[in-house]
């Protein structure tokens, strides 16, 4: 039997909100354990939650950014569980009416493009964290992420592949980093998936019984923690047994997925509108005022990057992935002035290589856009070869100085002086009689032999176009 997959992500951002949805609490990550916990968040007797404007105004800002319908009116209300990490025994969340619905991401896997419906993105509170490890048997309590803003967004059962999953998260924490609402920190639990699973066969139109896979942080677990449901699933309908509709947890040490508990419906959680928050209402002028803030989005910034630029897909796509590289991009275009391809390449290759073996984001970098591109712009008008321009990349990447400056220091201007260039191709000719018969006598292979004789005798420094034609016209007596 064929089998078809279904899958749905709900995934959680963290808004990068100076303090919490709720109360004037900090939201650094990082403070010592339960000293960003304030009354508020713990729901002690009396207090009175206030919403946060700004996370109001980032979830508007999201909306907007997928074509989404903003409510002009929404309700916050209490989802009831208990939880050592909850200490409230119930989270702020919205359930019947969110903040933001009805919107889509388009998605491309192996050169296919596909829309994936978002069902609702809505606004809530997050909970602490269980702590288990070094305490013995016991749990600790760190309290100090609850009540941190969090956007909650849950896609259609759109996407059919774990490799669509993947694409859709990557899209999606691309977009949320662009309009600066959530920093997109997996390691630190910023943004993280809960994914449903089920199988059903090709052809159904009913959906299978689905399993929820719930915390996954990293891109690589998503793929690898779904593939497994999948063969999971198939394998135990294929035996006979039955899939039951569960919430699990992926060991990525075993690579595998384990029931957590069986999965809770929404009537279980004993939804009611918060009695202590007003609904909110968002004005026509609030949502105006929203989008005129908005920025040039990925898929808008790509196409741009290939018509203004000329970059083919797979360029525009790479340069574009993070608000932070397309800006580094256009300003070592700007700064050299010259071929936009060739900065292109040098962004994407030599120094991403540089960063990604020193851990670095493009933000961190040592080499800053206006002294790549001086390095560029001495390749371009001739001044040094590609090869040299390595050497050059990297006193760049070690010191401080300009690429002028090292090409001065270095000695390593090249050589574009014809006759000078005659010169050396006569004494490596005169000094290699043997070879110059053999290439005359047809063995072309010999050609490189002469190349690297010049380019040794030169430390590199020929220009290579020059050196090849100026060769060949020697070497043909």
Request: glycine letters at 8%; one cysteine or more.
């Amino acid at each position: 039997m064929q089998w078809e997959t279904v899958i749905g992500l709900e995934i959680h951002a963290q808004l990068a909100t100076q303090s919490k949805i709720f109360s004037g609490a900090p939201t650094a990550y990082g403070a010592e354990p339960n000293t960003q916990a304030c009354a508020i968040d713990l729901g002690m007797p009396g207090v009175l939650p206030v919403l946060n404007k700004e996370a109001v105004r980032m979830a508007v800002k999201f909306g907007l950014a997928i074509g989404a319908k903003v409510a002009p009116r929404s309700v916050f209300a209490r989802k009831n569980y208990f939880y050592p990490d909850l200490p409230k025994g119930y989270q702020i969340s919205q359930y019947d009416l969110p903040v933001v619905s009805t919107g889509q991401l388009s998605i491309e896997v192996d050169g296919a493009e596909k829309t994936i419906g978002i069902t609702r993105a809505h606004l809530e509170e997050d909970a602490g964290k269980s702590l288990h490890e070094d305490f013995h048997g016991y749990s600790g309590i760190d309290l100090n992420r609850a009540g941190t803003p969090l956007l909650e967004i849950v896609s259609e059962p759109d996407l059919r592949s774990a490799k669509e999953a993947v694409a859709y998260m990557k899209k999606l924490h691309a977009l949320v980093r662009y309009l600066e609402i959530c920093d997109g920190n997996m390691q630190e639990g910023s943004f993280r998936c809960d994914a449903n699973v089920s199988v059903r066969p090709v052809g159904q139109e009913k959906f299978g019984t689905r399993a929820e896979i719930k915390n996954l942080n990293s891109f690589r677990f998503v793929e690898k923690a779904i593939n497994f449901e999948i063969e999971r699933q198939i394998e135990l309908i294929e035996n006979g047994g039955t899939v039951v509709q569960e919430t699990r947890l992926y060991d990525a040490n075993k690579d595998e997925t384990r029931s957590m508990r069986s999965k809770e419906e929404a009537n279980d959680y004993r939804y009611f509108p918060d009695p202590d928050l007003l609904p909110l209402e968002i004005t026509s002028e609030f949502i105006e005022d929203v989008r005129g803030g908005l920025p040039e989005l990925p898929d808008a910034k790509r196409e741009r990057f290939k018509s203004q630029y000329g970059l083919n897909d797979y360029d525009a796509g790479v340069l574009t992935a993070t608000r932070e590289l397309a800006d580094y991009y256009e300003a070592v275009v700007r700064a050299a002035g010259c071929d936009a391809k060739l900065c292109a390449n040098w962004v994407m290759g030599d120094l991403a290589a540089a960063l990604n073996k020193a851990g670095l984001e493009i933000e961190q970098s040592p080499v800053e856009p206006a002294r790549l591109a001086g390095l560029v712009q001495r390749i371009a008008d001739d001044t040094i070869s590609g090869k040299i321009a390595k050497q050059v990349f990297e006193a760049l990447w070690e010191t401080g100085d300009s690429a002028d400056a090292i090409i001065e220091k270095q000695g390593l201007k090249q050589i574009t002086d014809s006759g000078a260039i005659e010169a050396i191709i006569d004494q490596i000719i005169a000094a290699n009689p043997e070879q110059v018969a053999g290439y005359r006598g047809g063995k072309e292979k010999l050609f490189g032999f002469f190349v690297g004789q010049a380019m040794k005798a030169t430390a590199g420094k020929a220009n290579p176009a020059q050196l090849n034609e100026l060769l060949k016209r020697k070497l043909q007596g």
